[in-house]
């Protein structure tokens, strides 16, 4: 489909030109050729994961020459707002170029994707590992002490939210901060945070007022916490999807103490920036979502014309034909709600209303129908389609995966549901 330079807007399209060809020539030139010279590292779980099912060290180094190499040719941070080190390029940007890169790149070039975390790229910072929004309400010291190594790629931050009895609902959340002095001590545990395993800092929530959390009014915190630091303890790693390692993980805090200036932005008021970070997830992965789709279109086409199949090409064949087109209708869809969203996101600044309903709307539909699109090609693929020599199954698993973190499909219903009943009922 051509049809991209349609729908990117005028203000914004020498940009995302710019960014989409330079980001291609700089994956083409610097990444390609590391994961040739990696070889079989990569491609084979059994080499690429120790016994505890982290990452080798040749690959957490790896990984981090490509964040910084992106990061020194301007890439890494484009999306994070100026003040953490970024670019603060806007959200429609991001999606045009998010969607460029998976579409070219796919679901399973490991150095690209699942080798990170299902999430997004080492090429590019996301909330769950690199400079956010979430940490722009950060003290000064941490701004001059953390975010520059965190901004160019060196440096890595997980957001640790989830306990293992509180995903969906957050304000079930056990981990407590306790003023002491000129310090906080945090005590508790997390699970299911992206990123831990390798993180060298940690955005942990944490109550800090028993009262507001009883209402759900606030009381929860979010704190600047160093891995390395006494008190801190990384558990382990939670492979999901048949993977035999991965980058989910689970630490807890024992007397965990953190200087009062690592406390983020305003005490007891650490939900909004929970929020922030989840809402930029959400749209970032709906992003990728597009791309993923667009590639596993292209490759379905590909596939259809050379396949013979009784004497034809199966893209001859109607009920074929559907599969492809169907696929073209979920992207065509997505996209345009996609970027629909990310307008409105663009506004808040000025509104300061974030458009929690569609973004709600724009995750569940993207990562619903990226499942329902891989299906298909693997399905136009007959049996090719299932064999780890093609990126679609690991496609159909990060897909299948997507359902869960930054919402469920049920919590983003939900959400959509309680913003109509509130009478957001306008489209
Ligand atoms: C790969 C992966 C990466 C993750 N990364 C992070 C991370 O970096 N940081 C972090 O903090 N967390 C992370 N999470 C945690 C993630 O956000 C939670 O797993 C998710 O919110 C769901 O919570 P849960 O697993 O406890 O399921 P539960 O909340 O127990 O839900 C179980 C089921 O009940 C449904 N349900 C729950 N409440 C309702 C309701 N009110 N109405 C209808 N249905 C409901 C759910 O939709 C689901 O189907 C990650 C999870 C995964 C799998």
Same mark, same amino acid.
């Given at each position: 489909m051509a049809a991209a330079d349609v729908g990117i807007p005028e203000d914004i399209r020498d940009l995302v030109k710019g960014a989409v060809s330079g980001m291609h020539q700089f994956v083409d030139s610097e990444v390609l050729p590391m994961e040739q010279q990696m070889g079989q590292v990569l491609v084979d779980e059994r080499k690429f994961f120790d016994e505890r099912g982290r990452a080798v060290q040749e690959i957490i180094d790896a990984k981090r020459q490509v964040r910084m190499k992106s990061a020194r040719a301007g890439y890494y941070a484009m999306f994070a707002p100026e003040s953490v080190g970024? !670019?603060?390029?806007?959200v429609r940007s991001m999606v045009f170029v998010e969607e460029a890169l998976y579409r070219r790149?796919? &679901? =399973?070039r490991p150095l690209i994707t699942w080798a990170k975390g299902f999430l997004t790229q080492p090429t590019i910072a996301s909330f769950v590992d690199g400079p956010s929004h979430m940490l722009v309400s950060v003290s000064d010291s941490v701004r001059k002490d953390y975010l520059p190594a965190i901004s160019a790629g060196e440096k890595m931050v997980c957001f640790a939210l989830s306990e293992a009895d509180a995903g969906s609902d957050v304000w079930g959340i056990n981990t407590r901060a306790k003023r002491d002095g000129d310090d906080w001590v945090i005590n508790g545990s997390k699970q299911w945070i992206t990123n831990s395993p390798y993180a060298d800092y940690a955005v942990v929530f944490a109550i800090t007022n028993d009262d507001l959390m009883a209402e759900r009014k606030g009381g929860i915190s979010a704190f600047f916490v160093? %891995?390395?630091?006494?008190?801190? %303890?990384?558990d382990g790693v939670l492979p999901v999807m048949g993977h035999q390692g991965g980058d989910c993980g689970s630490m807890s805090f024992d007397n965990l103490r953190v200087p009062?200036?690592?406390? $983020? =932005?305003? @005490?007891? @008021?650490g939900f909004q920036i929970a929020m922030l970070g989840i809402s930029e997830g959400r749209i970032s992965i709906s992003a990728n979502c597009i791309g993923m789709c667009g590639y596993a279109l292209d490759r379905s086409l590909e596939y259809a014309q050379q396949r013979m199949s009784f004497g034809k090409p $199966?893209?001859?064949?109607q009920a074929i034909q559907f599969m492809l087109a169907d696929m073209a209708i979920d992207i065509f869809t997505m996209k345009y709600m996609v970027l629909q969203t990310a307008a409105l996101v663009e506004t808040f600044p000025q509104t300061g209303r974030l458009p929690v309903k569609e973004i709600s709307i724009a995750k569940a539909y993207a990562v619903e129908k990226t499942q329902e699109c891989y299906d298909r090609a693997i399905q136009v693929h007959g049996g090719m389609g299932l064999t780890n020599e093609m990126p679609l199954n690991e496609g159909f698993r990060v897909a299948r995966t997507l359902? $869960? &973190? !930054?919402? %469920?499909g049920e919590i983003q219903r939900r959400t959509i549901a309680r913003q109509m009943l509130r009478g957001d009922t306008v489209f």
């Open positions: 970024g !670019d603060g390029l806007g790149y796919g &679901p =399973g160093e %891995t390395a630091a006494d008190g801190y %303890t990384f009062a200036d690592r406390l $983020i =932005g305003v @005490q007891d @008021q $199966i893209s001859e064949y359902r $869960i &973190p !930054d919402g %469920t």
